[in-house]
């Protein structure tokens, strides 16, 4: 850390970060414009811990330890061994040693969900079932898929085999909801709440 006041975020991908912690709102950035990371600094702060009977107490958290519980909330967000590209910096800026290892442990996360679309695409050829993060994985290995594209070609739903666009939110004929995050979005189908949003942008 470089100082005890301040810890430093970095971030490997383009991909904006949103966590709704008991200790605060934060958003870790992503890199813009052909950076090779992001840098967002987190700073320590006191939250209030309820002790019951109004009574509350206040907690101090270092920047440090709210840092790591970021960085562990967001890499922890694709299930078990996931890796986002983000982790907390030992001075102000990474060193070449730092990045390289956590390179290396988001390419690997990245080509076991690269894998994992190659089989389901094998399996039932539908851009359907190839989510985002597989896609954004593809892109950042520089990998060419044939699931990859989007193309202009229709697919069929699989409620009512009718013929629509890939990355339809919901399907015009039977209603079936298609992508649930998309047609949450826009007040097309109820909201799960969820403790952090990816890729979103600060209001
Ligand atoms: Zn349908």
Redesign the pocket.
Known sequence: MANQMNAVIVNLTEQNWILHRSYGTYRVRGSEDGEPYALTRVEARTAFMDMGDKRTAPVHISAAELANDLCREINSDGGEESNFGVFVAESEIPSEDELERAHEKLVAFYRRLVAGADREWERSHSYLFINDVERRAAQYLGLEKEWFYQARETVE??????K?KPGVAV??????ILDRTKAASLGLAPHRPSRKTAGAALP
């Not at 739903?157 to 009718?162: A, D, I």
């Not at 399907?171 to 079936?176: D, L």
Request: hydrophobic letters at 15%; one cysteine or more; charged letters at 15%.
């Open positions: 739903c699989p409620g009512c085999g009718e629509i399907c015009r004929t039977c209603g079936a």
